[in-house]
T-cell receptor, first 114, second 113 residues
Framework: SQQGEEDPQALSIQEGENATMNCSYKTSINNLQWYRQNSGRGLVHLIL???NEREKHSGRLRVTLDTSKKSSSLLITASRAADTASYFC??????????????WGLGTSLAVNP | GAGVSQSPSNKVTEKGKDVELRCDPISGHTALYWYRQSLGQGLEFLIYFQGNSAPDKSGLPSDRFSAERTGGSVSTLTIQRTQQEDSAVYLC???????????FGPGTRLLVL
């Protein structure tokens, strides 16, 4: 399977609920980043977590990193309709040629219903 | 400006024509990336510039695609002899440190008829 895979592919929740998205990767990483994209335009950086960190918070966002499981999760608490977007993870990882590359997942589409 | 800008916002062209897409990164950012995104899909890496190093062109889908970055700042992505499958949003991003926080432009939506 592909490096930087998010799951689920799509998530639909009610306003006020929490949303959890996961990202898995295969090789060692220096950092993992989460981005949000509205309406197919430019992405907005949310959080960068380094390989020696386990958890980071930013407002209603909480990111965890488990390097033993090679996975990260993004938790959005008390979701709002404005959180409706696609969420992508990117890893600074080793590619097949053993070079450092920024590798992107395919994204999770989140719909928050009012 | 404070952010990454791209021009044009939208481009409609006929199959076979050449197009040029422009990206103005944030001043001082040494790393610049081009991506392509088809409707409802993830990001497809195209090319990466880092300082004065040779660019990483490993993502360019064919030799019809090329990019340059003049003076370590503005970048132009050129697509020659466009095909309908080139239709997509082309996104540019820059970062201060390679492979760390990227700042994206709004993208250029290309439609090849």
């Amino acid at each position: 399977s592909q490096q930087g895979e998010e799951d689920p592919q799509a998530l639909s929740i009610q306003e006020g609920e929490n949303a959890t998205m996961n990202c898995s990767y295969k090789t060692s990483i220096n950092n993992l980043q989460w981005y949000r994209q509205n309406s197919g335009r430019g992405l907005v950086h949310l959080i960068l977590i380094r390989s020696n960190e386990r958890e980071k918070h930013s407002g209603r966002l909480r990111v965890t990193l488990d390097t033993s499981k090679k996975s990260s999760s993004l938790l959005i608490t008390a979701s709002r309709a404005a959180d409706t977007a696609s969420y992508f993870c990117a890893t600074d990882a080793l590619n097949a040629g053993n070079n450092r590359k920024l590798i992107w997942g395919l994204g999770t589409s989140l719909a928050v219903n009012p | 400006g404070a952010g990454v800008s791209q021009s044009p916002s939208n481009k409609v062209t006929e199959k076979g024509k050449d197009v040029e897409l422009r990206c103005d990164p944030i001043s001082g950012h040494t790393a610049l990336y081009w991506y392509r995104q088809s409707l409802g899909q993830g990001l497809e890496f195209l090319i990466y510039f880092q300082g004065n190093s040779a660019p990483d062109k490993s993502g360019l889908p064919s030799d019809r695609f090329s990019a340059e970055r003049t003076g370590g700042s503005v970048s132009t992505l050129t697509i020659q002899r466009t095909q309908q499958e080139d239709s997509a949003v082309y996104l540019c991003a820059s970062s201060f440190i390679a492979r760390e926080t990227q700042y994206f432009g709004p993208g250029t939506r290309l439609l090849v008829l």
